[in-house]
């Protein structure tokens, strides 16, 4: 099993930044990619930005050119910095991780989620 650990949110008025940071642990032999999907009241979950263990970063159009993501691989922990937050980026965000327990043997998981309000 792995545990995917998420920090960082809370409330932030328009404008401002926050960062998320989102640590795996457990039973590990290595993580393909990590990311980060978020989910608005009435909405489906999204993607907001994932990462592979090289480093190469996929963003959704909405956050591009505000929000960065970037990974310790050594720690397992993944970093999300938004900046320019907009009220529609308010929702809960949730850890994302495709994690390899062997050679052959892979899983997705998920984190608890963390709730991001961005309002004055």
């Known amino acids: 099993q792995v545990q995917l650990v998420e920090s960082g949110g809370g409330l932030v008025q328009p404008g401002g930044s926050l960062r998320l940071s989102c640590a795996a642990s457990?039973?590990?032999?290595?993580?393909?990619?990590m990311g980060w999907y978020r989910q608005a009241p009435g909405k489906q979950r999204e993607l907001v930005a994932t990462i592979t263990s090289g480093g190469s970063t996929n963003f959704a159009d909405s956050v591009k050119g505000r929000f960065t993501l970037s990974r310790d691989n050594a720690k397992n922990t993944v970093y999300l910095q938004m900046n320019s937050l907009k009220p529609e980026d308010t929702a809960v965000y949730y850890c994302?991780?495709?994690?390899?327990?062997?050679?052959?043997?892979?899983?997705?998981?998920w984190g608890q989620g963390t709730q991001v309000t961005v309002s004055s």
């Open positions: 994302n991780a495709d994690v390899y327990h062997s050679t052959k043997r892979r899983e997705t998981y």
């Open positions: 457990g039973s590990i032999f290595r993580i393909n990619y």
